[in-house]
C-alpha cells in the first residue's frame, strides 16, 4: 500500500505525477520538451495545474479538515454500534427496528465510507497506521481482503478506469439476471457472496497472508454474531444470523446503485489508446447529488465527489468536498467535462437500458473489490 500512497500534504507525488512533472522547472514554470507535441503537452499540464492547485488547499487546511472530520464520522459509527445490540434486546418491537437501523446504518459507514477511506490511505498519514486500518475497515468490518481489495481498487479501477478489459468493471455484474431482480433483489446478498468472493481471491496468496485474512474475516463475522447471542439476547443461532445478515445488507442496495452509476455507461477507453489523464477521469467518472443519508454513510467522495476523488484518490471525504469548487471551476474554464446527473435519472436510465449497459457491456478480466 505504502507504493501507491500519494502525500499530498507534504507535496510529495506519486510516482506517475513525478513522471509527468520531471519536466517543469523548480520555480512551478512548464517547459515543453523537444520533439513533443504542443497539443499533447498541453493536456499533461492541465493536470500538473489543477494538482497545484488542489495542493495549495490542502496545504492551507487543518488536521480536522483533511483527516479529523472523516475519522469522527468512523468513531460515531463505532459508538452507534453498543446502543444498537443493547436496542436489539428489546421485546418491543419499536425498539427493537431502531436497533436493527443504527446497526445497519452504522455497519454502512463502517463498511463502506471506512474500507474505503483505508484503501486509500487516507485515515492516517503514516504508512504503518494506513496498512493496519486497511486490514481492520477491510478484512475485520468489511469481510474482504484488504490486499486483493487494494489491488483491484488501487491498481485497477483508479489506475484504468473506464479502460475496456481493465477498470470498466464494478463490483457487480451479474448479466443472466433481469433487470429488477438485478437492481432490487440481487444486491441484498452482498453480505453472503463477500466474503465467498474474498475465499476466492486469496488463491495464489503466501499462505501467511491466507491465514491472517481468514483469521480476521472470521473474527470480525463471530464478534458480530457472539454479541448478538451474549448482549442482545438471541436465543436462536439462526435468528442471530438473520440479523447480521439483515443489517448488513439494509443499504447494500444503493451500494451497487452508485457502483454502477457513476462509471458505466460513460465513455470508455481502449487500453491502446487511452488519454491523458485529466481525459480519462473527466469523461469516464460522474458525481451524483449531495444526499443526507449517502453523503455521510458512503462518504463525499463516492456520492457528490467521485471526478474530485478519481482525480486525486488519496485526498479524504471531507477534503475532496472542499476542493469541489476549485476543480469544477477549474474544469469548466479549460472546457472539460464535468459530469454530474441525479441518483433518480441514472436509475431510470439502467432501469431502461439494462440490455445495453449491463447484458452487453464488454467483458471484465478483474474484480473490483471495493468500490
Request: net charge positive.
Amino acid at each position: 500500500m505504502q507504493n501507491v500512497q500519494e502525500d499530498w500534504t507534504g507535496g510529495r507525488i506519486g510516482e506517475t505525477k513525478r513522471r509527468e512533472s520531471s519536466n517543469c522547472s523548480d520555480d512551478g514554470e512548464k517547459g515543453e520538451p523537444a520533439g513533443r507535441d504542443g497539443e499533447e503537452w498541453d493536456r499533461e499540464t492541465l493536470m500538473m495545474e489543477l494538482t497545484r492547485m488542489v495542493q495549495r488547499v490542502v496545504r492551507e487546511s487543518s488536521w480536522w479538515e483533511r483527516r479529523g472530520m472523516d475519522c469522527s464520522i468512523l468513531a460515531a459509527a463505532f459508538v452507534c454500534l453498543p446502543p444498537a445490540f443493547l436496542l436489539l434486546s428489546s421485546s418491543q418491537i419499536l425498539a427493537f427496528s431502531a436497533g436493527m437501523l443504527l446497526m445497519g446504518v452504522a455497519h454502512a459507514v463502517i463498511t463502506v465510507k471506512g474500507t474505503h477511506l483505508s484503501s486509500h490511505g487516507a485515515l492516517s498519514e503514516s504508512p504503518a497506521w494506513g496498512r493496519f486500518w486497511a486490514v481492520f475497515f477491510i478484512e475485520i468490518c468489511g469481510s474482504f481482503s484488504a490486499r486483493a481489495g487494494i489491488q483491484g481498487h488501487i491498481k485497477m479501477h483508479h489506475a484504468h478506469t473506464n479502460v475496456i478489459g481493465l477498470g470498466d468493471s464494478s463490483v457487480w455484474k451479474l448479466p443472466f439476471l433481469p433487470r429488477t431482480i438485478y437492481l432490487f433483489i440481487a444486491p441484498l446478498a452482498v453480505p453472503i457472496i463477500t466474503p465467498l468472493v474474498a475465499l476466492a481471491q486469496l488463491r495464489g496468496h503466501p499462505l501467511a497472508h491466507i491465514m491472517r485474512t481468514i483469521v480476521m474475516i472470521t473474527l470480525g463475522l463471530y464478534s458480530q454474531y457472539w454479541l448478538l447471542i451474549n448482549v442482545s439476547g438471541f436465543k436462536s443461532p439462526c435468528g442471530a444470523l438473520l440479523c447480521m445478515v439483515l443489517c448488513r445488507a439494509m443499504l447494500s442496495v444503493p451500494y451497487i446503485h452508485v457502483n454502477i452509476f457513476q462509471h458505466v455507461g460513460l465513455p470508455m477507453f481502449s487500453p491502446t489508446r487511452r488519454p491523458k489523464r485529466i481525459y480519462q477521469m473527466t469523461h469516464g467518472v460522474l458525481n451524483l447529488p449531495r444526499n443526507p443519508l449517502l453523503d455521510w454513510t458512503f462518504g463525499h467522495s463516492l456520492i457528490n465527489c467521485h471526478v474530485e476523488h478519481h482525480l486525486f484518490p488519496f485526498l479524504s471525504d471531507n477534503m475532496c468536498l472542499k476542493v469541489k469548487p476549485v476543480v469544477s471551476k477549474y474544469l469548466s474554464e479549460k472546457q472539460l467535462p464535468y459530469q454530474e446527473d441525479s441518483y433518480l435519472s441514472r436509475l431510470n436510465l439502467f432501469f431502461h437500458k439494462y440490455q445495453e449497459l449491463m447484458v452487453l457491456a464488454p467483458p471484465i478480466t478483474e474484480l473490483v473489490g471495493v468500490q
